[in-house]
């Protein structure tokens, strides 16, 4: 399993990126699709998660709830999170994981993080 997340950068607080996950090696539309963050000194923790199929629940941590929003394009087997009106306390590594138990630390496979840096 594969999952290759791109999208990070450098923003100004108020700006907003998209992420994205290509993943391959998996059933990607029976998976749910997730991302996870981890900003310096901090523990990794949940952002987002959204089900499988097409139309899937989301779910999303209450630090990102209104700001952030995931979706998936089982076509293309690629999962993007959009952040919105973000903040320096968004700044971290943002992992895309597969199989996520939403609310939890907890994932299948994990991809390489992608580095989102917002400035005041």
């Known amino acids: 399993v594969q999952l290759q997340a791109s999208g990070g950068g450098l923003v100004q607080a108020g700006g907003s990126l998209r992420l994205s996950c290509a993943a391959s090696?998996?059933?990607?539309?029976?998976?749910?699709m997730g991302w996870f963050r981890q900003a310096p000194r901090k523990e990794r923790e949940f952002v987002a998660a959204?089900?499988?199929?097409?139309?899937?629940?989301?779910n999303y941590a209450d630090s990102v709830k209104g700001r952030f929003s995931i979706s998936r394009d089982n076509a293309k087997n690629t999962n993007y999170l959009q952040m919105n009106s973000l903040r320096p306390e968004d700044t971290a590594v943002y992992y895309c994981?597969?199989?996520?138990?939403?609310?939890?630390?907890?994932?299948?496979?994990w991809g390489q993080g992608t580095q989102v840096t917002v400035s005041s």
């Open positions: 994981a597969a199989g996520v138990v939403p609310y939890s630390d907890r994932a299948d496979y």
């Open positions: 090696g998996l059933t990607f539309r029976r998976s749910v």
């Open positions: 959204i089900g499988s199929w097409s139309g899937g629940s989301t």
